[in-house]
């Protein structure tokens, strides 16, 4: 069972940035494709970002590209994503997810573990 925590949310205006960190409890992170996915009121959730067990592949949203950067570290059990240019678009309740898998294209639905989420409100 791997135990995920977010955390880095909060209020942030227009064009700002903010760092969101998701730490997991399992020593065997690394063995994990980690995404991160996030749900604004009233819409269902949707896939942001996704990177390989080693880091050495990412896969963006196309509403993301160019502005999210996902990263991990692999001793700190830490998947970061950095969120730059950030619009009123992007207020949404951001979740961590864990797979057992590697791959950076897998639907969501096979994520197996979940964080409990962490909210970013962009005022504009």
């Known amino acids: 069972q791997v135990q995920l925590v977010e955390s880095g949310g909060g209020l942030v205006q227009a064009g700002g940035s903010l760092r969101l960190s998701c730490a997991a409890s399992?020593?065997?992170?690394?063995?994990?494709?980690m995404g991160w996915f996030r749900q604004a009121p009233g819409k269902e959730r949707e896939f942001v970002a996704a990177?390989?067990?080693?880091?050495?592949?990412?896969n963006y949203a196309d509403s993301v590209k160019g502005r999210f950067t996902i990263s991990r570290d692999n001793v700190k059990n830490t998947v970061y994503l950095q969120m730059n240019s950030l619009k009123p678009e992007d207020t949404a309740v951001y979740y961590c997810?864990?797979?057992?898998?590697?791959?950076?294209?897998?639907?969501?639905?096979?994520?197996?573990?979940w964080g409990q989420g962490t909210q970013v409100t962009v005022s504009s």
């Open positions: 997810a864990a797979g057992g898998f590697n791959s950076v294209s897998a639907p969501m639905s096979l994520y197996n573990y």
């Open positions: 399992e020593r065997t992170f690394g063995t994990y494709a």
């Open positions: 990177i390989s067990w080693g880091g050495g592949r990412t």
